[in-house]
């Protein structure tokens, strides 16, 4: 099966190496074992209200962030030709777009944490958690059949989105300021820079996306792990990985690319046979350091572990992440104990 995958993502994405010009993510995508995709997206899907995410789990609206998830459902379902799908997804993003204020960024709640994202740098992370996604799905509606059933829309909110990353370029210098610990999130911020620089053609946001990977780059340790809160972690590297080839697939990171291999070696020794991924001496997912907004204890992000190893095998035909992305989507599959 796993030899019929790579011959099938030969055929779909070429058969050069990851020194000539990327596929495109479309393809990429569609090259996916077939059911991964969709298994991965499931939890992606707008509710009744239009909330996705942590506003869907508490059943309000909190933030912008958490709307990302919709940008990531209507991309599943144009990968799977299904428009009805898509569009009920997209009605996550018009409850985003709803709650924009004046100066581009968006209203925020309180959390149930009882902290929020309405002070300025927090305001300006939970704008680039959507934006990053929102301008991948764009260039992926575009790189796909149906640009024409989104055409309309997408031009309807391109003011919008415009308004948006001039507020995160205004809060660039707190973007390297407040994330230099947690790398990952200056490699979001640059995906969303990036992906909506080329969504929107503005060159000056792709300049901010290169130089925020650049200074993600400095973050990793001698071995090219990326480092989070002073040492590895098997799921943050893991987003670090996955978010960083995703912006790499629409904007050219050479230098990106070449960091990518040691950080996806040592993420491959902490795949277990069964597919689970081993926490021990993480820094912050597993081990009960840190809690999410939520309250609950941190835990390995598995659907991205599964997405980062998949994409990876696919882009470079790699067997071996392609058998450990395996054995993660597996693993994510079964029902497992809770954590205690």
Same mark, same amino acid.
């Given at each position: 099966?796993?030899?019929?995958?790579?011959?099938?993502?030969?055929?779909?994405?070429?058969?050069?190496?990851?020194?000539?010009?990327?596929?495109?993510?479309?393809?990429?995508?569609?090259?996916?074992?077939?059911?991964?995709?969709?298994?991965?997206?499931?939890?992606?899907?707008?509710?009744?209200?239009?909330?996705?995410?942590?506003?869907?789990?508490?059943?309000?609206?909190?933030?912008?962030?958490?709307?990302?998830?919709?940008?990531?459902?209507?991309?599943?379902?144009?990968?799977?030709?299904?428009?009805?799908?898509?569009?009920?997804?997209?009605?996550?993003?018009?409850?985003?777009?709803?709650? $924009?204020?004046?100066?581009?960024?968006?209203?925020?709640?309180?959390?149930?944490?009882?902290?929020?994202?309405?002070?300025?740098?927090?305001?300006?992370?939970?704008?680039?958690?959507?934006? $990053?996604?929102?301008?991948?799905?764009?260039?992926?509606?575009? $790189?796909?059949?149906?640009?024409?059933?989104?055409?309309?829309?997408?031009?309807?909110?391109?003011?919008?989105?415009?308004?948006?990353?001039?507020?995160?370029?205004?809060?660039?210098?707190?973007?390297?300021?407040?994330?230099?610990?947690?790398?990952?999130?200056?490699?979001?911020?640059?995906?969303?820079?990036?992906?909506?620089?080329?969504?929107?053609?503005?060159?000056?946001?792709?300049?901010?996306?290169?130089?925020?990977?650049?200074?993600?780059?400095?973050?990793?340790?001698?071995?090219?792990?990326?480092?989070?809160?002073?040492?590895?972690?098997?799921?943050?590297?893991?987003?670090?990985?996955?978010?960083?080839?995703?912006?790499?697939?629409?904007?050219?990171?050479?230098?990106?690319?070449?960091?990518?291999?040691?950080?996806?070696?040592?993420?491959?020794?902490?795949?277990?046979?069964?597919?689970?991924?081993?926490?021990?001496?993480?820094?912050?997912?597993?081990?009960?350091?840190?809690?999410?907004?939520?309250?609950?204890?941190?835990?390995?992000?598995?659907?991205?572990?599964?997405?980062?190893?998949?994409?990876?095998?696919?882009?470079?035909?790699?067997?071996?992440?392609?058998?450990?992305?395996?054995?993660?989507?597996?693993?994510?599959?079964?029902?497992?104990?809770?954590?205690?």
């Amino acid at each position: 099966m796993r030899l019929l995958l790579l011959g099938l993502a030969c055929a779909l994405l070429g058969a050069d190496g990851p020194s000539h010009p990327a596929p495109r993510e479309y393809d990429v995508l569609r090259a996916f074992p077939p059911g991964r995709l969709a298994a991965l997206s499931k939890n992606d899907y707008p509710d009744a209200k239009g909330l996705t995410g942590t506003n869907r789990g508490v059943g309000k609206w909190l933030e912008a962030g958490p709307q990302r998830g919709s940008c990531r459902g209507v991309i599943a379902a144009v990968v799977a030709d299904d428009l009805r799908a898509a569009d009920n997804a997209w009605r996550g993003i018009d409850v985003a777009f709803a709650h $924009q204020r004046d100066d581009g960024g968006f209203v925020a709640e309180i959390r149930p944490n009882g902290a929020s994202a309405r002070e300025f740098p927090a305001a300006v992370e939970t704008a680039y958690f959507f934006l $990053q996604e929102l301008g991948r799905m764009i260039l992926v509606i575009r $790189q796909s059949p149906h640009e024409a059933h989104f055409h309309d829309r997408i031009a309807a909110i391109e003011p919008k989105m415009r308004r948006a990353c001039a507020f995160i370029s205004s809060g660039y210098d707190t973007i390297i300021a407040k994330s230099s610990k947690a790398v990952n999130r200056i490699i979001i911020a640059a995906k969303a820079f990036g992906t909506c620089g080329m969504a929107l053609q503005d060159e000056a946001l792709v300049a901010k996306s290169r130089k925020l990977i650049a200074h993600a780059l400095t973050l990793r340790d001698k071995e090219g792990v990326f480092i989070e809160h002073g040492g590895r972690d098997s799921s943050y590297n893991v987003v670090s990985i996955l978010f960083g080839q995703v912006l790499a697939l629409h904007v050219p990171l050479p230098e990106f690319e070449a960091a990518l291999p040691a950080a996806v070696a040592w993420e491959l020794t902490r795949i277990k046979d069964n597919g689970e991924v081993d926490v021990t001496g993480n820094t912050r997912t597993g081990v009960g350091k840190e809690k999410s907004y939520s309250g609950e204890p941190k835990n390995v992000n598995y659907t991205e572990v599964a997405m980062a190893l998949t994409y990876y095998g696919l882009v470079r035909k790699d067997a071996a992440a392609l058998a450990a992305a395996d054995r993660v989507f597996t693993y994510s599959q079964r029902p497992h104990p809770a954590a205690k």
